[in-house]
Nanobody, 122 residues
């Protein structure tokens, strides 16, 4: 079991930046961020896995950066050049085991935080 708590959401204008934080209750080697906009399915945003390997959704590449502290209990999502289409509830997620190659398969993530809202206005 692992509890995840997100923080750092808020409202910004187009082009702005935000950093989300996810705190885990225990060491967690793979931590991911997903997001869900109203009326849309939850989608993977970024994941950091073994030895710092990362994977990003095409829509956020070059704008978002995921990182993890050396204690493997906090993951950050630095978001820059935000766009209105980034508006969503952002969720931190973790899985039971960490694959050698990171992936953002939603069904493989068993543990979820409560979410933090990100709103980008034009």
């Amino acid at each position: 079991q692992v509890q995840l708590v997100e923080s750092g959401g808020g409202s910004v204008q187009t082009g702005g930046s935000l950093t989300l934080s996810c705190a885990a209750s225990r060491i967690t080697y793979c931590m991911a961020w997903f997001r869900q906009a109203p009326g849309k399915e939850r989608e993977g945003v970024a994941i950091i896995g073994l030895r710092g390997a990362t994977l990003y959704a095409d829509s956020v590449k070059g704008r978002f950066t995921i990182s993890q502290d050396k204690n493997k209990r906090t993951a950050l999502l630095e978001m820059t050049n935000l766009k209105p289409e980034d508006t969503a509830m952002y969720y931190c997620a973790a899985r039971e085991s960490c694959p050698a190659i990171p992936d953002l398969t939603l069904e493989m993530h068993k543990y979820w935080g409560q979410g933090t809202q990100v709103t980008v206005s034009s």
